[in-house]
């Protein structure tokens, strides 16, 4: 299998079994908060391993954080410095980033993580 759609595919799974609207790099319009959208914008390979970065974005409309703040700190538990192995592939997840972003619609509420993604076959 491609390695991009088996971490793609780990990585979706993951979120999935956190919270039921994932979507991969952007939700629908009519999506209902909260929901998540993840990407994979680039890689480097230095021979050895193959290093992509992973972000994860948590979206609700709720003055009160606290649900999208315990939504991605579930998340961040279950990712940060963690382990996991499909066929083949091993993926280390290693946060670099929580951003507290604002959004042009002041109603949003938003979070991202960005994670370092180190992969070895």
């Known amino acids: 299998m491609v390695k991009v759609i088996e971490i793609k595919t780990a ?4 979120l999935e079994s956190k919270h039921e609207r994932v979507y991969y790099q952007s939700a629908p319009k009519d999506a209902t908060f909260p929901y998540l959208v993840f990407d994979l914008p680039n890689s480097t390979d230095d021979g050895s391993l193959e290093r992509f970065v992973l972000d994860i974005d948590a979206w609700d ?3 009160d954080t606290t649900e999208i703040e315990t939504l991605i700190d579930s998340i961040d538990k279950g990712l940060h410095r963690k382990t996991i192995v499909v066929n083949d592939l091993s993926m280390t997840f290693y946060r670099e ?3 507290a972003l604002r959004d042009d619609d002041p109603s949003i509420r938003r979070r991202k993580y960005i994670y370092q993604i180190r992969t070895y076959e």
């Open 11 to 14: 990585i979706n799974e993951l």
């Open 61 to 63: 409309n709720k003055k």
């Open 97 to 99: 980033n929580r951003l």
